[in-house]
C-alpha cells in the first residue's frame, strides 16, 4: 500500500524557518518525481515545489523560489522542504504527492499544518 | 502562467440530476487533471489525462475537453459525490497550476 507521511509542521515567526518531510513507503520511491503542495485557509490548492525522480531537477513557482528549496533522500525513502524567510501568506496545510505521468497527481499524504504568525 | 478558472463556484444537485462542471484554461492546454477533496481530507486523483477515470471512480463520471476547455460531468448525482472538484494542469513551463474548485453539494 502506497503511503505518504508528512511531518515537521507548526507555528513559526514571520522571517522564520522550517523544514518538512514526508515519509514514503509501499513503492519504488527511487522511480518517482513528487511535488509538495499547499491548500490555503481559503481551500485553494497551490504548488510549490517539484523535484525530479533523481533529484537532479526541481522547479518552483515565483511565490516561493528562493526561498523554499526541496531534496530527497533515495535511500531513505524521503522528502524534504525547507521552507525560510516564511509569510504569513505561507499559511498553510502543506502536501507530498506522487507525481505519475502528465504530472498528475495519484496518491497525496494526509499533510501538515504549518502556521506562520507572530 | 496558465490560469484555471473552474465554474460554478458553488453548485447543488438533486439526487440523479446530471451535474456538469467546467474549467476554463487561459491558454490551451494539451490534458487536463480532475481531483476530488472531502472535508478534513486529502485530494483524490479522481480524472487524469482529460478523461481517464482514477481506479474506483464510478462509471457516472467523466471527463472531457480540449484547448481551454474542460469538463467534469457525473450522469447521475449520489450523496456520496458531494465534494470540491479540482482541476489541474502542467503546462511545458511549470508552474503547475489549479483551478479554484467546484464545490459541490448535494439537495
Known amino acids: 500500500e502506497v503511503q505518504l507521511v508528512e511531518s515537521g509542521g507548526g507555528l513559526v515567526k514571520p522571517g522564520g524557518s522550517l523544514k518538512l518531510s514526508c515519509a514514503a513507503s509501499?513503492?519504488?520511491?527511487?522511480?518517482?518525481?513528487m511535488s509538495w503542495v499547499r491548500q490555503t485557509p481559503e481551500k485553494r490548492l497551490e504548488w510549490v515545489a517539484y523535484?525530479?525522480?533523481?533529484?537532479?531537477?526541481?522547479y518552483y513557482p515565483d511565490t516561493v523560489k528562493g526561498r523554499f528549496t526541496i531534496s530527497r533522500d533515495n535511500a531513505k525513502n524521503t522528502l524534504y522542504l525547507q521552507m525560510s524567510s516564511l509569510k504569513s501568506e505561507d499559511t498553510a496545510m502543506y502536501y507530498c504527492a506522487r507525481q505519475v505521468l502528465r504530472y498528475a497527481m495519484d496518491y497525496w499524504g494526509q499533510g501538515t499544518s504549518v502556521t506562520v504568525s507572530s | 502562467q496558465i490560469v484555471l478558472t473552474q465554474s460554478p463556484a458553488i453548485m447543488s444537485a438533486s439526487p440523479g440530476e446530471k451535474v456538469t462542471m467546467t474549467c476554463s484554461a487561459s491558454s490551451s492546454v494539451s490534458y487536463m487533471h480532475w481531483y476530488q477533496q472531502k472535508s478534513g481530507t486529502s485530494p483524490k486523483r479522481w480524472i487524469y489525462d482529460t478523461s481517464k477515470l482514477a481506479s474506483g471512480v464510478p462509471a457516472r463520471f467523466s471527463g472531457s475537453g480540449s484547448g481551454t476547455s474542460y469538463s467534469l460531468t457525473i450522469s447521475s448525482m449520489e450523496a456520496e459525490d458531494a465534494a470540491t472538484y479540482y482541476c489541474?494542469?502542467?503546462?511545458?513551463?511549470?508552474?503547475?497550476?489549479f483551478g479554484g474548485g467546484t464545490k459541490l453539494e448535494i439537495k
Open positions: 489541474q494542469q502542467w503546462s511545458s513551463n511549470p508552474p503547475m497550476t
Open positions: 509501499g513503492f519504488a520511491f527511487s522511480s518517482y518525481d
Open positions: 523535484i525530479s525522480s533523481g533529484g537532479g531537477s526541481t
